[in-house]
């Protein structure tokens, strides 16, 4: 199974993502290690990207997700996935999203205290443009702290998973 965490950078997908993978046993993937170099470029100078340039991201990540699927890996992959129709690309077999939401003043007062990462404040306007929310996922507020969420996530995940 892969376990999409979703939602607009800044929202938390990568710390509790690897948080929840930890916990359940399953591998942990990043969707920003998935984008073309000249991507990474376009964020790191605030410049949104655009649907052709995430056209061979989501192509890259759905074939791992499909990679996973066969060898039967169990994977939490985030992914801001903000788009019905990226999350369309990303369905390959067992996939399921968890939408990490949260308010727009709560997410860029975490961005402006956040060191390392490519992405910044500059692109979250665009996000919060871009993000279709999902009616088909778990949806979990930010609010609280990672293992908190990271709870709920495992709370609500029907069947609850096994630890390989």
């Not at 969420?149 to 029907?158: E, T, Y």
Request: net charge neutral.
């Amino acid at each position: 199974m892969v376990l999409v965490l979703m939602g607009v950078v800044g929202s938390g997908k990568t710390t509790v993502g690897k948080l929840l993978a930890h916990e359940l046993g399953w591998k942990f993937a990043d969707a920003d290690d998935f984008h073309p170099r000249a991507n990474v470029d376009k964020i790191r100078r605030g410049i949104p990207l655009d649907d052709c340039d995430r056209v061979p991201w989501l192509s890259a990540l759905h074939d791992a997700i499909e990679q996973w699927n066969e060898s039967q890996q169990n994977v939490v992959l985030a992914c801001s996935a903000l788009k019905q129709s990226y999350r369309n690309k990303l369905r390959a077999g067992s996939v399921h999203f968890v939408y990490l939401k949260g308010s727009q003043q709560l997410i860029a007062s975490r961005l402006r205290s956040r060191q390392g990462h490519f992405a910044s404040e500059s692109i979250l306007a665009s996000q919060f443009a871009d993000l279709e929310e999902p009616d088909d996922a778990i949806t979990v507020g930010v609010d609280q702290t990672p293992e908190a969420i990271a709870a709920k996530i495992r709370a609500q995940l029907k069947p609850p998973p096994l630890v390989s």
